[in-house]
């Protein structure tokens, strides 16, 4: 989450709803921002993901900050469940098991999808830190029944979003950079592990956006038009369609409460309005 108070609004960073693209252009349109991010450990909550902070949680343990999620124009990315789920897998797979999900042999992936989806229903109410990135959608947009953020873009607007908000701050941003991606490469085996380290590694060593712009030349080569999950073929697979309809419903119907408004909310963000959209009960 970052709190730009000196330009009057909020961005609630969703877990894996392209927050990571957004997060890093943010950052520069307000010196006097407030960033909570990473992971640490709470005197209360114990070891949480300072960045994904359900707002219940923020009312209670952080009330300053929700006063201001309050007062200030708020905005939250949502995304498809399931095409969300699968990104998540994606993201435990790398980053607790370092194994990216198109080098994982299909019958192996479906028994690790299983346990995870078992592990993922016995912490879905109060996820760790490893399983934050599956926390559901509404718990950052509604505080109980009271739907707190109004301003909620899907997935497929943020290029826009970010138009709109380099246009209101008067700071320039790349409409179309995209960070932490969910990409299927043609390379596999070897190469594609190689490929996965030599991102990682330029990551640290190079500037933000120096390395955006390479990796997404890269991509271009590299990667089909899938994403990792879709490849795999996970996101037809009964059990993990089953599991999302079943623990997902109401972020369902957040999701298509906003998506039903693209085409307004576009315009909103092309004309400088709030992009607002009502949830229903």
């Known amino acids: 989450m970052i709190i730009c108070p000196g330009q009057g609004f909020v961005f609630v960073h969703i877990p894996k709803c392209a927050g990571s693209s957004i997060r890093r252009q943010i950052l520069q349109v307000d010196p006097d921002h407030i960033e909570l991010a990473r992971s640490g450990t709470h005197p209360d909550l114990g070891q949480i993901d300072f960045g994904h902070i359900p707002l219940d949680q923020l009312r209670v343990h952080f009330p300053d900050h929700y006063a201001q999620i309050r007062a200030l124009d708020s905005f939250a990315v949502v995304r498809d469940p399931l095409a969300r789920f699968g990104s998540a897998l994606r993201q435990v797979l790398w980053q607790y098991e370092q194994r990216p999900m198109t080098l994982i042999p299909p019958a192996e992936l479906r028994e690790t999808t299983l346990r995870i989806l078992d ?11 490893p399983f934050i990135f599956f926390m559901r959608q509404d718990r950052f947009i509604l505080d ?4 707190v953020l109004r301003n909620l873009i899907p997935l497929d607007l943020v290029p826009d979003f970010i138009g709109y908000i380099s246009r209101r701050t008067g700071v320039p941003m790349e409409t179309e950079a995209r960070a932490n991606q969910n990409v299927d490469l043609r390379v596999k085996g070897g190469f594609g592990t190689l490929a996965y380290k030599v991102n990682d590694r330029l990551r640290s060593v190079l500037p933000v956006n120096v390395h955006t712009r390479l990796k997404d030349t890269a991509l271009r080569v590299l990667a089909t038009k ?6 795999s073929g996970l996101l037809d697979m009964p059990e993990l369609r089953a599991f999302v309809q079943d623990h997902y419903a109401r972020d369902a ?6 998506s039903a408004r693209k085409v307004a909310l576009a315009q909103d963000l092309a004309q400088g309005h709030l992009p607002i959209t009502e949830i229903p009960a």
């Open 253 to 258: 119907a957040i999701y298509a409460a906003v």
């Open 119 to 129: 592990q993922v229903a016995a912490e879905i109410d109060a996820p760790s830190a």
């Open 226 to 231: 899938k994403s990792a999950a879709e490849a």
């Open 144 to 147: 109980g029944e009271d739907q």
